[in-house]
T-cell receptor, first 110, second 115 residues
């Protein structure tokens, strides 16, 4: 079983729609979680950290459910520019390696 | 300031040859990571350096792969006797020291093609 698992998609949604995807992690001791965004043939870049209380950054909302060991990303009022692959990331501690999921592809259509 | 740089940006090599890939992290970043990404796939963790601690090599796929980090800065990933399945983009990332400093900054990657 992979340490961090994501639905690979692709999710194909119309502009303006709300889309959400989840990511599960296997190590209950994981402490830190993040969402990264990767555009085609580009390097990944941090989108947002995920906090236990949930956090919002504009149209993006991230949630953490420790009991069920998953994190989620919600994108409201999706834009064409949101088309990318979204990578879920978990870290066990500040001294440990960072584990990336395989990514979820999102395509926003006009 | 300068970001993470990697060289070469592209490398084409013949099967069986050795290759060296270089990563220059952001100055002051003590953590350095190497990942491999095949076309359409996620990031595969290879190796992690943190300060002067022994590196976490648990992701290296075979003993043909090795990495060094000299002086706590520049890192070199070496692949010996390359195989066609080694073809991928090799990404390097660095992050700042300290609790809560988790954001990884990625270099543009080296695209390796083994013919």
């Amino acid at each position: 079983r992979k340490e961090v698992e994501q639905d690979p998609g692709p999710f194909n949604v119309p502009e303006g729609a709300t889309v959400a995807f989840n990511c599960t992690y296997s190590n209950s001791a994981s402490q830190s979680f993040f969402w990264y965004r990767q555009d085609c043939r580009k390097e990944p870049k941090l989108l947002m950290s995920v906090y236990s209380s949930g956090n919002e950054d504009g149209r993006f909302t991230a949630q953490l459910n420790r009991a069920s060991q998953y994190i989620s990303l919600l994108i409201r009022d999706s834009k064409l520019s949101d088309s990318a692959t979204y990578l879920c990331v978990a870290r066990y501690s500040s001294a440990s390696k960072i584990i990336f999921g395989s990514g979820t592809r999102l395509s926003i259509r006009p | 300031g300068a970001g993470v740089s990697q060289s070469p940006s592209n490398k084409v090599t013949e099967k069986g040859k050795d290759v060296e890939l270089r990563c220059d992290p952001i100055s002051g970043h003590t953590a350095l990571y190497w990942y491999r990404q095949s076309l359409g796939q996620g990031l595969e963790f290879l190796i992690y350096f943190q300060g002067n601690s022994a590196p976490d090599k648990s992701g290296l796929p075979s003993d043909r792969f090795s990495a060094e980090r000299t002086g706590g800065s520049v890192s070199t990933l070496t692949i010996q006797r390359t195989q066609q399945e080694d073809s991928a983009v090799y990404l390097c990332a660095s992050s700042e020291p300290g609790q809560g400093k988790n954001e990884q900054y990625f270099g543009p990657g080296t695209r390796l093609t083994v013919t």
